[in-house]
């Protein structure tokens, strides 16, 4: 079994992917959970006991992980080879991947935007027929667009609801800090329905809209996938897919290929 580990930046996702061909290989959904992770010892004495209960005997041949935290890539690693007694794989810009990233400064590229153009190219997009566009809907809106024939020439990164609200806050000096939820109409009729408006409206609006643009600025066929935590509440409302593991099995593409496999798992 293989321990898929993604690292953010106030907890960790983690899941158990079985790589074994020959039974039902694949990431258990019911293995999916997070970890807080702090960085002081007694924050690194529960990141043990969490993944020590959490695995509770589990055979873990590999371990793979992606971060956007340095420090706390530091502490992963501590804790798997104590209790593992095996080193983590980190995936970045420099592993072997199925994709090949012609973006300008792959060195500044988020790590999990990587992973997720991966696994949405694997799973999504067709080689010669169509690419694919990853939303990951998050703190924020990350957009990754991976072209048919597996090139990687960018993206778009974009504040999600939640820094706009905070936005909102901290830069005016009358405005509440308003539930996000949406409002039942565009129109707003107090000042809690119309700041709900604009930055729940605004968020679908906006990722229609650079959906369609990317569309037609690449002049080719595409599949769109969603995943973060406003993954499946933008699938409810554009009709696209949502698979919300999709960092975790870029992660698991990744170990793949690394061993010689070809496309996702």
Known sequence: MWLLVDIGNSSSKVG????????????RSESVTRFEHGETPEGILHLHAQLA???????????????VVPS???????????????????????SPMP????????????????????AGWS?????????????????????EVVLPDGEYPGGVIAPGPGLVRQALG???AQLPKVELAMPPFRLGRSTDEAIRSGIMFGMEDGVRSMVQA?????NLSMEVVLTGGWGKWLSVRTGWDCNPDLVLLGVADLMAFEGGAVGGV
């Open 53 to 67: 209960n959490y695995l509770n005997g589990v055979d873990v041949t590999r371990v793979g992980a992606v971060s």
């Open 214 to 218: 990317l569309i037609e600025e690449t």
């Open 170 to 172: 901290s830069g005016t």
């Open 72 to 94: 706390a890539s530091l502490v992963w690693s501590r804790v798997v080879n104590t209790l593992l007694r095996q080193e983590i794989t980190f995936f970045d810009e420099t």
């Open 16 to 27: 158990l992917f079985n790589e074994a061909l020959d039974s039902e290989p694949g990431l």
């Open 123 to 143: 799973r999504y997009a067709t080689s010669g027929g169509k690419g694919v566009i990853v939303v990951d809907a998050g703190t924020a809106i990350n957009y």
């Open 99 to 118: 994709i090949r990233l012609t973006y300008q400064t792959p060195q500044t590229m988020g790590k999990d935007r990587i992973v997720a153009a991966v």
